[in-house]
């Protein structure tokens, strides 16, 4: 945060939490002036989730009081140690989250019933989409009655999911890779590889830029 907004008064304190709701990567330069009442927040926050939902948060998370976070039984979420959820994310288990992953405002991550893994140090931008799940498309009988399929979802290491970003169930994200804004990607794609478009190709890798 700015000196200016550092500076301001503790009637602000609620412009405070909206601005680290929406942008939760401000959470980890707090100065201790700020922690003083940031953290118990978050410790207020965090033990409301792990109490209404089958939810486990590794150490120094932040957590949106306005994400909408959803594990039952059988669908649990894991959020590992430096961990950020923004405002108006949607997070429903089964889902696995390594430390130092963001995810921003808006986006979307549905374990379906195989499940989302997201490695260590992951950005997900907002809006983005990631469904571990899909209907089937049989002309015999309406989308809503078509069976429902589960494959998973896996990002390696260090991956990058640009803003309004799909991620289609049964893809894997290979380490270092980055997914491009708007991109929709329906195959696996390779290790530092740079992809975009729509559906999502390969134009470039952060090896060879």
Request: charged share 20%; aromatic share 6%.
């Amino acid at each position: 945060m700015s000196d200016d907004v550092e500076a301001s008064p503790p009637e602000l304190r609620t412009q405070h939490q909206r601005r680290l709701s929406w942008m939760p990567w401000l959470y980890h330069s707090l100065k201790p002036k700020h922690l003083v009442w940031a953290r118990p927040w978050q410790a207020e926050i965090q033990a409301r989730l792990v109490r209404e939902e089958t939810v486990s948060l590794g150490e120094g998370c932040f957590i949106s009081p306005d994400a909408a976070i959803f594990a039952q039984l059988g669908r649990p979420i894991r959020i590992g140690d430096r961990s950020t959820v923004a405002a108006h994310a949607f997070l429903h288990g089964p889902l696995t989250l390594g430390a130092d992953v963001s995810v921003n405002a808006r986006a979307s991550l549905d374990g379906g019933a195989a499940g989302i893994v997201v490695g260590d140090g992951c950005r997900i931008a907002s809006g983005a989409a990631l469904y571990a799940f899909n209907h089937g498309l049989a002309a015999d009988r309406p989308v809503h009655a078509q069976p429902v399929t589960s494959r998973g979802i896996v990002l390696g290491v260090d991956v990058w999911v640009g803003a309004n970003a799909g991620i289609v169930d049964g893809v894997t994200v290979g380490d270092h890779a980055v997914v491009g804004m708007g991109a929709v990607v329906t195959h696996d794609v390779p290790p530092y590889a740079i992809v975009a478009g729509s559906p999502a190709r390969v134009v470039g890798s952060r090896r060879g830029r």
